[in-house]
């Protein structure tokens, strides 16, 4: 699957997504922007998309999230895991879980029980 395959809402709430966790501590740190940034160009997005992610209602995000196939929401998880990792909160590549007990975490946690996504298990992380 590539992001060809993802509709333009699709997109907007991955990110709309993504920037919430990096929030979750109050700030949006150095790695996190970098991450982010380069996954709209990867997305073939530019400052448009990235404006109107930031724009997207909560309520939307989720029901777009929450609308996805299977296959697409494992995706979905994985752009969650990385944008923790940059956080500090994971392992950059390799075996990785979703600490509840990490302002990070607490928000994937929340994200994944609105959006019927599973994110209580051990998943492997690769770079980009």
Known sequence: ???????RDEKRAIIKS???????????NYSE??????????MNGDEQLMKDAIDMWKLNMI???RG??????EIVRD???KTM??????????N????????????????GFECDIDVSGTYRVDEY
Request: proline fraction near 0%; hydrophobic fraction near 40%.
């Open 33 to 42: 922007n970098q991450f982010i940034s380069v996954l709209v160009l990867k």
């Open 18 to 28: 993504a920037i919430q966790i990096a929030n979750a501590d109050g700030r949006i």
């Open 96 to 111: 990785t879980n979703v600490d509840r007990n990490t302002k990070e975490g607490n928000v994937i946690y929340k994200l």
């Open 1 to 7: 699957m590539t992001w060809n395959d993802f509709s």
């Open 68 to 73: 996805m196939n299977n296959a697409k929401k």
């Open 63 to 65: 029901r777009v999230l």
């Open 85 to 94: 990792n940059r956080s500090g909160g994971g392992t950059f590549y390799g």
């Open 79 to 81: 752009v969650w895991l």
